[in-house]
């Protein structure tokens, strides 16, 4: 499974950002998918998760209500909606799948930089 992350940037505290994450090669072996995030010097975060077949999903403390994980099953692609974004979601965020236990793949991450 190969996972293609796309969408960050550069934007103002109080703004968005939609991420997407195109998954391809054997999808069927995934369960689920999520997003996580690094931050210089610290440890990894999880971020949000949601499987492919029930939509169900979970989010971080630090993020819900701000960010909408979502999934197209038809282009095996997800998506994270980052609203509100505060200078501590400064990040490079990686998406991630694997099964109901573990996360077997990561994709190359894209760097989110919110300016206060």
């Known amino acids: 499974v190969q996972l293609q992350a796309s969408g960050g940037g550069l934007v103002q505290a109080g703004g968005s950002l939609r991420l997407s994450c195109a998954a391809s090669?054997?999808?069927?072996?995934?369960?689920?998918m999520g997003w996580f995030r690094q931050a210089p010097g610290k440890e990894r975060e999880f971020v949000a998760n949601?499987?492919?077949?029930?939509?169900?999903?979970s989010y971080g403390d630090s993020v819900k209500g701000r960010f909408t994980i979502s999934r197209d099953n038809a282009k095996n692609t997800i998506y994270l909606e980052m609203n509100s974004l505060k200078p501590e979601d400064t990040a490079v965020y990686y998406c991630?799948?694997?099964?109901?236990?573990?996360?077997?793949?990561w994709g190359q991450g894209t760097q989110v930089t919110v300016s206060s």
């Open positions: 991630a799948g694997g099964s109901t236990t573990k996360y077997e793949y």
């Open positions: 949601i499987y492919w077949i029930s939509g169900r999903t």
């Open positions: 090669g054997r999808t069927f072996s995934t369960y689920r």
